[in-house]
C-alpha cells in the first residue's frame, strides 16, 4: 500500500503530471473534477476558470495567476470563518445546543461509572466542528497561518451546552470526540496548527510560542518531526529554530520536554548526539544519560557505556530514580568486561537511588558478606527517605527516592532486623480491618523466614506469592545489572514462573540470616495467637470473602511447625478450626483447599 502523499509531494505530482497532457487530456481532466464539485463552490470553480481563461500563457506559468489565485482563496476562506464564527456564537449563545437523556447501564458489570447519555440533534454540532477542522486544515495549507491559529482558538474554547432532565452541562472538543459526537483527527489538527503558528511567529518568539501548544493534552504525544512535511511552503529559518529549540527544551524540565528534547536531538544529530545533549540538561533531564547508555548497549559498546556511566553516576543527583537505572546499566557493562566485584559497587548505587526491595534482594544475595556493603545499605535504610503519598512528584523522569513505610519494614526486615518487624506486628491489636497495616506482609515474611523446607506446600505457597507481590519483586527487575538480564530476555518464550524465581532469591538470602531456635519458638508463639485471633474474627463475624485468607494462614502456620520437627502440626492446626466452627461448610471447603483430610461423612448405599 503506498504511503499517503503531503500537499507538497501532491502538487508537484500534479504539476509534472499535467506538463504531459494534451489539451484534450485536460479537458478530460477538468470536467471530472466539475462533476464532482458541490453545488455551493461551484460558483467559486467557474470563476477560477475565467480568471485562467483571461491569463495569458506567460501569466499562467508565472506569479499573477498564482496571486489571483491566493485572493480568491482569501475571500472564500474568509466567507467560511464568517460562516463558522457566527455558528459558534450561537453556540455560545446557546441558540445551538444538544438534547440528552441519561441512564444507568450495568451490561457491562458494576464497575466505573455506569452512567450513559444519549444525544440528540448532533448533525448540526457535528458539521461545526467538522467543517472547522476542514477549514483549518485549507488555511494551512493555502498559506493563511493567521486564520488558522484564530479558528483553532475558536474550536478550543467553544462550549456545547448538553440540556437533559437534570442540570445541564457543558462539553469541550475532546469530551464531544470522547463521546462519538463529531469525527475530528486531533493529532492532524495539531501538527497543522503548530505549522502555522511556525510561520505566523516571529523567529525569536517561534520555540516558546510552540511549546506552550504542548500543555493541550492531545499535543502531548505529537512528534514535531512530522509538522516538517505539511504546508506548500518551507518552514523558515529551520537551523536556528532547532538551537533555539533544544537550548529551551534543555532548560525546562517535564516528561513532555523530555521526550521533545531526545527526539529533537535525534533529528538534528542522531543518537551520537544525546551525550551532548545529556551534559547540557543534566539538572532538568537526566534520563538522557540513560538513553545515551541504552543506544551505546545497542553497539555492544561496553567500554564506552562503562565510562559514561560512571560519568553519569557521578552528575546525576542521588534522589533520582533514574540513577538507579544508570548504575545497573553500568554494571552490566563492568560484568561484559570481566569486573564481576567492580559491578557491585553499581548495584549498591542502585539501591542507594532506588531503596526498593528488589534492589535490596539482588545486594544481600551476591555481596554475600561484604561488611563494608552490608553497613553501607544500613545506613541507606537508616535514612528518611518515607513516602506518605504528598511528595508525588508529577514528572516521571525526576521521580525521587522515597520508600513507602511497608517498603521499609520490608528493607529492615531483609536487612535482618527481624524484631523490629514482630514488634510491628504486634503493636496492631485488632484483627480485623488490616487492609491498610503492615501486619498482612509482617506475617507473611516471618513465616517464610521460620520455613526450614526447601519446598513449597499449599499455605505458604501462597504467602509466598503474597511477598512477591508486596516486595513488587519481578525476575526482569531482579536479573537488571547482573549480567542475566539480556540472555534472560533472549531466552525467554513463555510467561517466567515469578513465583519459582523469587522463591529462589528468598532461600538463598536466608541462608545469610540465622534465626535461634529460642528467637524462632518466640516468634511462632507470637505468630500463633495473632493468627488465631485473625480465624476466629473472620469466621464468627461470617466475612466469607476473607474465608480463604486465613484458611491460607492456618495452613502456613501448621505448615511451618512441621517444618520444625512438629509432627502432623498442619493437621492439627486446620482440624482445630473445623471443630471450632462445625456448621461452617464454606470455611471447611477452604480448609480442605489448603490440605485438610475430608472430614465429611461418606454415604452408604
Given at each position: 500500500?503506498?504511503?499517503a502523499?503531503?500537499?507538497?509531494?501532491?502538487t508537484?505530482?500534479?504539476?509534472?503530471?499535467?506538463?504531459?497532457?494534451?489539451?484534450?487530456?485536460?479537458?478530460?481532466l477538468?470536467?471530472?473534477?466539475?462533476?464532482?464539485?458541490?453545488?455551493?463552490?461551484?460558483?467559486?470553480?467557474?470563476?477560477?476558470?475565467?480568471?485562467?481563461?483571461?491569463?495569458s500563457?506567460a501569466?499562467?506559468?508565472?506569479?499573477?495567476?498564482?496571486?489571483?489565485?491566493?485572493?480568491?482563496?482569501?475571500?472564500?476562506?474568509?466567507?467560511?470563518?464568517?460562516?463558522?464564527k457566527?455558528?459558534?456564537?450561537?453556540?455560545?449563545?446557546?441558540?445551538?445546543?444538544?438534547?440528552?437523556?441519561?441512564?444507568?447501564?450495568?451490561?457491562m458489570?458494576?464497575?466505573?461509572?455506569?452512567?450513559?447519555?444519549?444525544?440528540?440533534?448532533t448533525?448540526?454540532?457535528?458539521?461545526?466542528?467538522?467543517?472547522?477542522?476542514?477549514?483549518l486544515?485549507?488555511?494551512?495549507?493555502?498559506?493563511?497561518?493567521?486564520?488558522?491559529?484564530?479558528?483553532?482558538?475558536?474550536?478550543?474554547?467553544?462550549?456545547?451546552?448538553?440540556?437533559n432532565?437534570?442540570?445541564?452541562?457543558?462539553?469541550?472538543?475532546?469530551?464531544?470526540?470522547?463521546?462519538?459526537l463529531?469525527?475530528?483527527?486531533?493529532?492532524?489538527?495539531?501538527?497543522h496548527?503548530?505549522?502555522?503558528?511556525?510561520?505566523?511567529?516571529?523567529?525569536?518568539?517561534?520555540?516558546?510560542?510552540?511549546?506552550?501548544?504542548?500543555?493541550?493534552?492531545?499535543?502531548?504525544?505529537?512528534?514535531?518531526?512530522?509538522?516538517?512535511?505539511?504546508?506548500?511552503?518551507?518552514?523558515?529559518?529551520?537551523?536556528?529554530f532547532?538551537?533555539?529549540?533544544?537550548?529551551?527544551?534543555?532548560?525546562?524540565?517535564?516528561?513532555?520536554?523530555q521526550?521533545?528534547?531526545?527526539?529533537a536531538?535525534?533529528?538534528?544529530?542522531?543518537?551520537?548526539?544525546?551525550?551532548a545533549?545529556?551534559?547540557?540538561?543534566?539538572e532538568?533531564h537526566?534520563?538522557?544519560?540513560?538513553?545515551?547508555l541504552?543506544?551505546?548497549?545497542?553497539?555492544?559498546?561496553?567500554?564506552?557505556?562503562?565510562?559514561?556511566?560512571?560519568?553519569?553516576?557521578?552528575?546525576?543527583?542521588?534522589?533520582?530514580?533514574?540513577?538507579?537505572?544508570?548504575?545497573?546499566?553500568?554494571?552490566?557493562?563492568?560484568?561484559?568486561?570481566?569486573g564481576?566485584?567492580?559491578?557491585?559497587?553499581?548495584?549498591?548505587?542502585?539501591?542507594?537511588?532506588n531503596?526498593?526491595?528488589?534492589n535490596?534482594?539482588?545486594?544481600m544475595?551476591?555481596?554475600?558478606?561484604?561488611?563494608?556493603?552490608?553497613?553501607?545499605?544500613?545506613?541507606?535504610?537508616?535514612?528518611?527517605?518515607?513516602?506518605?503519598?504528598?511528595e508525588?512528584?508529577?514528572?516521571?523522569?525526576?521521580?525521587?527516592?522515597?520508600?513507602?513505610?511497608?517498603?521499609?519494614?520490608?528493607?529492615?526486615?531483609?536487612?535482618?532486623?527481624?524484631?523490629?518487624?514482630?514488634?510491628q506486628?504486634r503493636?496492631?491489636?485488632v484483627?480485623?480491618?488490616?487492609?491498610?497495616?503492615?501486619?498482612?506482609?509482617?506475617?507473611?515474611?516471618?513465616?517464610?523466614?521460620l520455613?526450614?523446607?526447601?519446598?513449597?506446600?499449599?499455605?505458604?505457597k501462597?504467602?509466598?506469592e503474597?511477598?512477591?507481590?508486596y516486595?513488587?519483586?519481578?525476575?526482569?527487575?531482579?536479573?537488571?545489572?547482573?549480567?542475566?538480564?539480556?540472555?534472560?530476555?533472549?531466552?525467554?518464550?513463555?510467561?517466567?514462573?515469578?513465583?519459582?524465581?523469587?522463591?529462589?532469591?528468598?532461600?538463598?538470602?536466608?541462608?545469610e540470616?540465622?534465626?535461634?531456635?529460642?528467637?524462632?519458638?518466640?516468634?511462632?508463639?507470637d505468630?500463633?495467637?495473632?493468627?488465631?485471633?485473625?480465624?476466629?474474627?473472620?469466621?464468627?463475624?461470617q466475612?466469607?470473602?476473607?474465608y480463604?485468607?486465613?484458611?491460607?494462614?492456618?495452613?502456613?502456620?501448621?505448615e511451618?511447625k512441621?517444618?520444625?520437627?512438629e509432627?502432623?502440626?498442619?493437621?492439627?492446626?486446620?482440624?482445630?478450626?473445623?471443630?471450632?466452627?462445625?456448621?461452617?461448610?464454606?470455611?471447611?471447603?477452604?480448609?480442605?483447599?489448603?490440605?485438610?483430610?475430608?472430614?465429611?461423612?461418606?454415604k452408604?448405599?
Open positions: 500500500m503506498a504511503s502523499m503531503n500537499l507538497k509531494e501532491f508537484l505530482a500534479v504539476d509534472q503530471a499535467a506538463q504531459n497532457m494534451d489539451q484534450g487530456q485536460l479537458q478530460l477538468i470536467h471530472s473534477i466539475a462533476r464532482k464539485i458541490p453545488e455551493e463552490n461551484r460558483k467559486d470553480f467557474m470563476g477560477l476558470l475565467k480568471t485562467v481563461q483571461g491569463s500563457t501569466e499562467c506559468s508565472g506569479g499573477k495567476l498564482k496571486i489571483d489565485i491566493k485572493k480568491a482563496d482569501g475571500i472564500e476562506i474568509k466567507r467560511d470563518m464568517e460562516r463558522l457566527k455558528l459558534f456564537h450561537e453556540i455560545e449563545d446557546e441558540e445551538i445546543c444538544l438534547q440528552a437523556d441519561g441512564y444507568e447501564d450495568y451490561s458489570g458494576y464497575g466505573g461509572d455506569n452512567w450513559v447519555w444519549e444525544y440528540e440533534e448533525d448540526e454540532i457535528k458539521k461545526v466542528f467538522e467543517d472547522s477542522g476542514r477549514l486544515i485549507r488555511c494551512v495549507n493555502d498559506g493563511f497561518y493567521h486564520e488558522a491559529v484564530e479558528l483553532f482558538n475558536i474550536m478550543m474554547e467553544a462550549e456545547v451546552t448538553v440540556e432532565d437534570w442540570d445541564p452541562f457543558t462539553m469541550g472538543l475532546e469530551e464531544l470526540l470522547d463521546e462519538g463529531i469525527s475530528v483527527n486531533l493529532e492532524n489538527l495539531a501538527l496548527v503548530l505549522f502555522a503558528v511556525y510561520q505566523k511567529a516571529a523567529p525569536e518568539e517561534r520555540a516558546r510560542v510552540l511549546y506552550d501548544y504542548f500543555s493541550i493534552s492531545f499535543f502531548k504525544n505529537i512528534n514535531l518531526e512530522n509538522m516538517l512535511s505539511l504546508g506548500k511552503e518551507e518552514l523558515k529559518d529551520l537551523p536556528q532547532w538551537e533555539t529549540w533544544i537550548a529551551l527544551l534543555s532548560e525546562t524540565p517535564g516528561d513532555t520536554a521526550r521533545l528534547l531526545e527526539e536531538v535525534i533529528y538534528q544529530h542522531g543518537e551520537d548526539g544525546l551525550l545533549a545529556a551534559r547540557l540538561a543534566c532538568n537526566p534520563s538522557l544519560y540513560l538513553r545515551t541504552q543506544a551505546l548497549e545497542q553497539l555492544h559498546d561496553s567500554e564506552k557505556l562503562l565510562e559514561i556511566g560512571k560519568e553519569a553516576l557521578e552528575k546525576v543527583n542521588k534522589k533520582y530514580v533514574v540513577r538507579s537505572e544508570i548504575a545497573l546499566k553500568t554494571g552490566e557493562a563492568a560484568i561484559d568486561l570481566g564481576e566485584e567492580d559491578a557491585k559497587v553499581y548495584w549498591l548505587e542502585a539501591f542507594r537511588s531503596p526498593s526491595p528488589v535490596c534482594l539482588r545486594l544475595i551476591t555481596t554475600q558478606t561484604q561488611d563494608n556493603c552490608r553497613k553501607a545499605m544500613k545506613e541507606i535504610i537508616d535514612q528518611p527517605h518515607s513516602y506518605s503519598g504528598r508525588y512528584n508529577s514528572v516521571k523522569e525526576l521521580a525521587e527516592n522515597l520508600v513507602t513505610a511497608d517498603h521499609k519494614n520490608i528493607l529492615r526486615f531483609l536487612n535482618g532486623d527481624f524484631d523490629f518487624v514482630m514488634n506486628c503493636q496492631i491489636k484483627s480485623l480491618g488490616w487492609s491498610s497495616t503492615f501486619m498482612k506482609c509482617g506475617i507473611s515474611l516471618l513465616l517464610l523466614l520455613l526450614k523446607d526447601d519446598d513449597l506446600k499449599q499455605g505458604c501462597k504467602l509466598a503474597a511477598a512477591r507481590c516486595m513488587n519483586f519481578d525476575a526482569e527487575t531482579y536479573f537488571k545489572g547482573t549480567g542475566h538480564a539480556r540472555e534472560y530476555g533472549k531466552n525467554r518464550t513463555v510467561s517466567p514462573n515469578e513465583q519459582k524465581i523469587f522463591w529462589q532469591c528468598f532461600r538463598q538470602w536466608k541462608t540470616f540465622s534465626v535461634t531456635d529460642e528467637q524462632a519458638a518466640l516468634y511462632l508463639a505468630l500463633e495467637t495473632i493468627i488465631d485471633k485473625r480465624v476466629r474474627a473472620i469466621i464468627s463475624g466475612h466469607r470473602a476473607h480463604g485468607s486465613v484458611a491460607v494462614l492456618a495452613a502456613a502456620l501448621g511451618v512441621e517444618s520444625r520437627g509432627a502432623s502440626a498442619k493437621e492439627a492446626v486446620l482440624r482445630k478450626y473445623w471443630e471450632a466452627f462445625p456448621r461452617y461448610s464454606a470455611f471447611h471447603a477452604e480448609l480442605r483447599e489448603y490440605g485438610m483430610k475430608d472430614m465429611r461423612k461418606k452408604t448405599r
